[in-house]
């Protein structure tokens, strides 16, 4: 009787079924060392260059009879250069065997460049760069088209050790899906998606994809998938190429897609199916299943934020948005969502608590958060809110000494305040407070949980809260804005006022006398987490479009002239991180939105535990209050602006640049105290310039120059 054969014998007999290529980096050395051109390769096995290019960097592979045909060009190309003779060097061009000691001194060499430098332990927000994901181990060999590459050995300094990475999120926090089922991840990685419907692709999401990532801190939660949905991806899964319900900007309920998703069990929120989905079942096991979908055709990327970002190929709009997913965080809507969301991620509302009795754990509040939902006092609340529905009639206006009304300047100088010296002058020059909303959020003491009402309270400017004072007898000079006001006009009377104002009135040497107060005892540095991540994300960008802290402020100037045009994508990235900030601190007084409601009612809003327009009274406060102590430091040297808007302030000047007219120490350094040209949180840079006459031109005809000083209007440039 025959022996049955040994089936490893068989499959090793069998020989391979999938053709051997080289490392990335080995084919792209073969090639050049050859002498060929990519577009060479290209033209020989009919493929595109940029097909080529992606085989090289390790983006993609080729299949089939190409892969083969790919194979054996490289390894014809191997034989041939092992076998050819080693070219010999003239004598006159060898390197000495004992080079002779320089006579001169020697130029160091070039320190490593950002890339290379470790990032710091203690700011998530400055990662190094992706490198290249291993696949885990129990994904499909055949899902991803990029193999692991190997990394070039140092050449002066052993490169730092990659932070370890997650298996469950092996992939990065995304992925853009394209119309062929690429779906476009961090770092180059193009993996295969099968999914032609939705539900599938929430499957894909959560179990083969491993896309997430971490919790920015342990308490908080780790970060759903986010898969982006471009326009042919949108027609691949029976969607829409346009939303009819440009109101609601939803799916209809009976939409097939709805369906399909209803039918697999899954669930999407309230909002329904829009431009930014979420599609859940509830929680397994203490895991969540959960998956928000951006539909760019849709509209999901407001090009006030992202720029063109939603009209770039999916490839790059995948590293666009990995770069502040990364950065940041994973979007989950608008920039101003995102902003909101960053805060409660840092600083989550709740916290494992063990009881000691019973050694059992629970959920409870997690200090110096925003743990619960609070109502506004009644000066803080907007028009539309219950509490102010249950003070004052319907279409009452309320008087400053009812309303809290801290927004940022919006002041033009009376023209017939110019002096002859100032019409002198050739150009009005604007400069803007970079990260404004940003720095003032930076170690703002803001209250945590419910106001208690005080009379005739001691003004105590360690305690966030509202003040009812009358600030109008002190004297600012009127070529300056007023600080108390938004409008930069004296205030008439006893009006509400956030600590940061009020402080400013004791900082100046005045004596205040609140009749009322709505204080919050409980307080904390809330917005110091949120600051810090942002203004890492910030300046990393920064640094990667050329402008770096510490330059001379004639290079600053220079770079910030092209900062832009050096990385379209890290541009986006850069606008975005601007909208964050001014978005999230907006969203903290969210009004209501719909057409179905009805002034007294609540709204969603109300129910989270970030709905505080205390904190972005407090914010906004602390943000003018800066500017005017920086313009009354410039009034001190003769100094006064003409016009400001928000956190730009225009000055006339005898040149076109910032250097022209502010003004230095006798040692040429900047004047303490006042504005600084530089890159960081709060130092400023040039907003634009004009000619003198235009903006006298601008003030007479009751415009702000600064709005249109960079050539546009900066409200609706998102600035």
Known sequence: MASKPDPVDALLKAGPRRTHLPEPAERARLRTDYGLTQNEIAAALDVTRTTVAGWEAGRSEPQGATRAAYAKLLEGIATQLAAAPEPQTPYAAREPETAPAPRGPQTPPAPPGPQAAPARPESPTTPAPPEPRAAPPARSSSMSRRPPAKRPPATREPAPAPAAVDPRFANGPLAVLDGDGSAYCVGGLVLDCPATTVPALVDWALTEAHLGAPRLNRNGKDADPLVVITAAAAERLGLPAVLEDRRGLRLPEDHKVNKQIAGANWKTTKRGFGPWARVYRPAHAGRRQCVQFAIVPWGALDARAWGDAADLPAAELAQVLGAYATKV?????????????????????????????????????????????????????????????????????????????????????????????????????????????????????????????????????????????????????????????????????????????????????????????????????????????????????????????????????????????????????????????????????????????????????????????????AVISAARINMHRKMLKLAGVGLFPIAVLSDCAVYLSDGPSPLDFLPRTPDDKPLPGGFRLGVSPGMVKCEGSQPMMWAVQMLDQGHNPARHIKGGDASADGE
């Open 329 to 617: 965080i994973t979007p989950r809507g608008s920039c101003a969502v995102s902003g909101l969301e960053l805060m409660t991620a840092l600083r989550p509302p709740t916290r494992a608590v063990k009881d000691e009795t019973t050694g059992a754990w629970s959920s409870g509040p997690n200090p110096g958060s925003l743990t619960a939902p609070v109502d506004p006092a009644p000066p803080e609340a907007p028009d539309e809110h219950p509490v102010v529905a249950a003070l004052y009639p319907r279409g009452h206006r309320r008087t400053p000494a009812e309303v809290l009304d801290e927004e940022a300047y919006e002041w033009i100088r009376d023209p017939e305040l110019l002096t002859d010296e100032e019409c002198a002058k050739p150009y009005a020059v604007g400069i803007d407070v970079n990260m404004a909303f940003a720095a003032a959020a930076n170690r703002l003491n803001v209250g945590l949980g419910p106001a208690a009402h005080l009379h005739h309270p001691a003004f105590d400017p360690k305690l966030p809260g509202s003040w009812l004072v009358d600030l109008s007898h002190i004297e600012i000079d009127p070529r300056l804005p007023n600080p108390f006001t938004p409008h930069g006009v004296r205030p008439a009377g006893p009006a509400w006022y956030a600590t940061p104002t009020v402080a400013y009135a004791v900082e100046l040497g005045h004596q205040v006398q609140p009749a009322e107060a709505y204080v919050r005892r409980e307080h904390a540095a809330y917005l110091d987490a949120w600051y810090t991540r942002l203004r890492d994300a910030y300046m990393a960008t920064m640094e990667q479009l050329g402008v770096v802290s510490g330059m001379r402020e004639a290079d600053f100037l220079e770079a910030m002239d092209q900062h832009k045009k050096a990385d379209a994508g890290q541009a986006a990235v850069l606008s975005a991180i601007k909208a964050t900030v001014k978005g999230g601190i907006g969203k903290l007084r969210e009004r209501p939105q719909g057409a179905g409601y009805r002034p007294g009612e609540r709204w969603p809003a109300l129910e989270r535990p970030t709905w505080r327009p205390d904190i972005r009274a």
